[in-house]
């Protein structure tokens, strides 16, 4: 390649630089811009890279990365200058007298983390992790440019020596991957862990990109497939989606491969689908054409949506089994989630025009970083950097065994976690743990650096079954289930029919109805015979709601194959009340009260017969019932009414609007408290106009209650108004 053709090829990185920055939120002058380039390539004029090539390729392509990252126009123009204050005759005031200070500073930043001389190893060490968590807590895009600075080096890394190679790879793995992953940019993450592994085991990674390669088509297929399947669904549901579909990157399947010591064959969810909606709502409801569409595999489910991961990352996560019993990964989440997910804490950037750089939001995400610094002031350099690689990896916890083995464990795992971990038979014996040499409670949560010993029992001694209620990991939960399938067949039919019966009495179904679709619902649920069943739920491989619910689901068929006849009887004598409701000329019928409204005593309601589900309560003034009882199904309403006598409560959800102020919260706390009600949810969140919005589910006995507590909530200082959903 000649001269002019690397100026080709400069200009034309230069324009997809300038491109990706106008299709960002930033505003970004091209003319400045241009006179950045310009004098970078002046600066490096003469400088030759390892591979022959002009030396202002390299900060041009750090600076596309940048922009990629969804990174500000100064933090841009600062990744095309990063190596010339160290490589060059350009200094900090050159470049603060052109470009200003913002530019000026991050370009010193950047260089400021490569130019000191260490004494030792570990020195060494520590001294780069220790600037680089400065940097962070200063200015956090300093790093993502350093981060983007080394990403273009591992894809020219085929120039280093082979001791410089395996070295920068290392480090790769070991900080710059985690370091994306903790602020979010998993693309950035993914590429620099498969750079890195191409180096360091050249022999594995050519075996998993073999297999991929030759796979090519039928996973291209396998994709196509499922994609069309979950397109026409979500289409014919009304719900507006994009899908793509993905292979998982190499680094990824070679951990799953030797981790859980499986051949390519054996990995879960080598295959991704991601789908992306409008709102969380259409989350929750594609989840659920998912696992109607496609079989879901037990303990597969994560909501990050409602949990987010540390890094803010949202999504919904559930691996199910596709065409030909293949299992394949399916994320769900929305617009905003997938910009957080591409871009991690740039997708939110304090930088942006009209954004305050006193960010506290992005403060509290970083606050982690300057705790770490503060507790390592004083500490040796071996301990240092052992405290960092363990907080980086904040999603998980690092605990020790008595000989001071290394267990990796899930974050909020417990000592049953722990036992199963070293081995299903400890786990099976436990009966107790001590936790750096004292005795602890079985719901205790394992903390970082923990020391854990498992005491066990002999003879028949087994776990319990209040474990599966404390345990945090798939494999202790599954064992345990797995024990009690296994030694107390006769104990789980028992206890599994008692509560089937239990829920079946609490809903208002009949075993006669149940046994209208037996074969069928049990087909559906891999069992033969209703005993199979109790025992499933019985060991907790099943639920009792889902084992109900798939009987719901045969009932609805049944009743779309034949006309619904409903004859209302005229009857004196008043009807029996199921949940606190008369339903006329009807008895022992299912009684379910609609989400739309939550209908409560005092409320007018009215009836809607289900196909299968009995009758559905509805406010009379609920929107919902309003357009049915003017479509064709208005034949199907009937007349409800309230019992004199109603002993049980009813849920209700209020929304209070609110000024955003401090102790706020607290005093909304106090008056719910005050009102003696019990509160199953609530939630809070602030909005861009100084409001709060708050969310609640109260439980009544009534519409006065709701009122009373409506009147308690507006009293609260800032509070402009509390609606009942």
Sequence with gaps: MDVFDYHEYLEGRFRCVAERLARSDAAFDRERLRSVFLYACEAHEGQSR???????????????????????????????????????????????????????????????????????????????????????????????????????????????????????????????????????????????????????????????????????????????????????????????????????????????????????????????????????????????????????????????????????????????IGREGVPFEAQIRTWDMHRTAEYGIAAHWQYKEGVSSDNRELNRKLAWVRSLLESQQDTDPEEFIKAIKVDMFADDVFVFTPRGDVINLPLGAGVIDFAYAIHSAVGNRMQGAKVNGKMVSLDYTLQNGDIIEVLTAGGSHGPSRDWLKMVKTNEARNKIKQWFKKERHEENVAEGKADFEKELKRTGISMQTINEVLQPALKRMSFSVIEDMYSAIGYGGLTV????????????????????????????????????????????????????????????????????????????????????????????????????????????????????????????????????????????????????????????SGSEQIAALRNDLARVSGVTSVKRE
């Design 50 to 320: 390892k591979s022959g090539e002009p030396y202002i390729i390299h900060p041009v392509e750090t600076a596309l990365i940048v922009a990629e990252m969804n990174l500000d126009p100064d933090s841009v123009a600062a990744a095309m200058l990063h190596d010339s204050i160290e490589d060059t005759k350009v200094t900090h005031q050159d470049i603060k007298s052109r470009f200003g200070q913002a530019v000026a500073d991050l370009v010193d930043g950047v260089t400021k983390l490569t130019r000191v001389e260490y004494t030792s190893k570990e020195d060494q060490q520590m001294e780069n992790l220790r600037k680089m968590f400065l940097a962070m807590a200063r200015d956090i895009r300093v790093i993502m440019i350093k981060i983007g600075d080394r990403l273009h080096n591992m894809r020219t890394s085929e120039y280093w020596e082979e001791q410089k190679r395996r070295e920068k790879s290392l480090e790769t793995m070991n900080l710059y991957a985690p370091l994306a992953h903790r602020l979010g940019i998993q693309t950035v993450k993914w590429e620099l862990e498969d750079l890195a592994f191409k180096n360091l085991d050249p022999v594995a990674f050519k075996e998993i990109s073999d297999y991929l390669t030759e796979q090519e088509a039928h996973n291209e297929a396998f994709l196509n497939h499922i994609k069309s399947i979950l397109t026409a669904r979500l289409e014919e549901a009304g719900i507006q989606s994009a899908i793509e579909g993905r292979v998982k990157h190499i680094y990824s399947i070679y951990r799953k491969k030797y981790s859980q010591n499986k051949s390519l064959e054996e990995i879960y969810d080598l295959h991704a689908v991601r789908v992306i909606v409008e709102t969380i709502a259409d989350c929750y409801n594609v989840l659920g054409f998912v696992h109607d569409l496609f079989k879901p595999i037990p303990g597969r489910f994560k909501d990050y949506i409602s949990t987010p991961k540390p890094n803010m990352y949202q999504s919904l996560h559930t691996t199910v």
């Design 545 to 700: 709601t889902r084992a109900i619910n798939r009987f719901r689901d045969e009932l609805v068929r049944l009743n779309k194959q034949r006309p619904v006849k409903v004859q209302i009887e005229k009857s004196r004598k008043p009807k029996k009340a199921v949940s606190g409701v008369i339903v006329e000329g009807l008895d022992n019928f299912l009684i379910k009260f609609s989400r739309c409204c939550l209908p409560v005593p005092g409320d007018d309601i009215v009836g809607f017969i289900t196909r299968g589900y009995g009758v559905s309560i509805h406010r009379s003034d609920c929107v919902s019932a309003l357009r049915m009882r003017q479509s064709e199904e208005k034949g199907r309403w009937v007349p409800v009414q309230w019992a004199e006598e109603i002993k049980q409560s009813y849920q209700t959800d209020l929304t209070v609007t609110a000024h955003d102020r401090a102790s706020l919260l607290v005093d909304v706390m106090a008056a719910l408290s005050a009102a003696k009600l019990p509160i199953n949810t609530l939630h809070a969140r602030t909005t861009g106009d100084n409001m709060s919005i708050i969310r609640l589910t109260a439980e009544v």
